[in-house]
């Protein structure tokens, strides 16, 4: 019986095989799209940062992306972030096309209860950023800690 | 325990739920392979450089082996696949909990901010390997296309 199993499986194996690169290559996803550049963007996928390294990346002047509500966001942020809420990112695009595609940055919202840190690194990555980190406990850690913010007028 | 491997009824129910989960599980995975080697590479347990290679073949055969097990085809090849992939689908859940890391499961939606691992993604995966390990040892030959083409072989015409 598992010899039978095991020559399937490997039939299996390789027609999934067959079908996966040549869809690769009809559709320019996956492996053959990223050829020279699987390792860049397997490094440099969207991961969450802990506390620690969001601190370490903002001491070193790493642009930081607020996904809140512009009035979250005006009562108070993280020193020097940029406020781009998940619901107006299309209206953000023509900020974020000045910005290089290769550039780090750090997306984060209210904390562990939101998820529109990770949305909006989603959406950086879609849209070619390739080098986007997700602080994801975000506002309330950073406060928590009593590290300065910043309000806007 | 042996009436329980070739119980029809049972073994038709798990093929049906099994073999649906591993083709729903592949859809989103082949169309956006890249976003799906990301979620791989959070895991943090596949050589770099590896993900996309393993991206762009991987949902390919969860659907053949979903199918497989569902219509009966290839089915011991395709139960053995299931239950290697879903024993190697939970480690990997296991480790990354053990670890602590705050990951996307990357299991159906290749949403980052949808299926975060937990207790209940453990719970899913050993549901899943308990599964497809019993359509590996189960006996029972009741809809399976294979059986039905075993048993009227296609006429041949002159």
């Known amino acids: 019986m598992f010899r039978q199993a095991a020559q399937e499986s490997l039939l299996i194996i390789l027609a999934s095989s067959v079908l996966g690169l040549s869809y690769s290559a009809v559709s320019q996803k996956g492996l053959f799209r990223a050829k020279d550049s699987a390792v860049a963007i397997a490094n440099t996928a969207p991961s969450v940062i802990s506390f620690e390294e969001a601190k370490t990346l903002h001491d070193s002047k790493v642009l930081f992306l607020d996904s809140r509500h512009p009035y979250e966001f005006k009562l108070g942020h993280i020193p020097g972030s940029l406020n781009i809420p998940l619901n107006t990112f299309e209206e953000s695009r023509s900020i974020l096309a000045a910005m290089p595609k290769g550039k780090l940055l750090v997306t984060y919202c209210d904390g562990v209860d939101c998820n529109s840190s990770m949305q909006l690194a989603a959406k950086l990555f879609e849209a070619g950023f390739t080098n986007v980190k997700i602080f994801f406990s975000g506002w309330q850690e950073w406060k928590s800690h009593g590290l300065p913010v910043e309000q806007s007028p | ?158």
């Not at chain 2, 569902?70 to 395709?78: E, N, Q, W, Y």
């Open chain 2, 1 to 158: 325990m042996k009436r329980f491997l070739e119980n029809d009824y049972i073994v038709i129910a798990v093929r049906v739920f099994t073999g649906m989960l591993f083709i729903v599980a592949s859809v989103d995975k082949i169309s956006l392979p890249d976003t799906f080697a990301a979620s791989i590479s959070n895991y943090k347990i596949i050589p770099n450089g590896l993900e996309l290679s393993v991206a762009t073949v991987l949902p390919w055969v969860e659907l053949l082996a979903g199918l497989g097990i569902l219509v009966g085809v290839f089915f011991r090849g395709s139960a053995l696949i299931a239950s290697a992939l879903s024993a190697v689908f939970l480690i990997a859940v296991a480790s990354a909990l053990a670890r602590g890391l705050d990951i996307a499961c990357g299991c159906f939606s290749q949403d980052p901010s949808v299926g975060r691992i937990n207790w209940e993604k453990l719970v899913e995966n050993v549901i899943l390997t308990a599964f497809s390990f019993y359509l590996l040892f189960s006996t029972s030959d009741k809809f399976k296309l294979e059986s039905f083409l075993r048993q009227n072989p296609p006429q041949e015409t002159v």
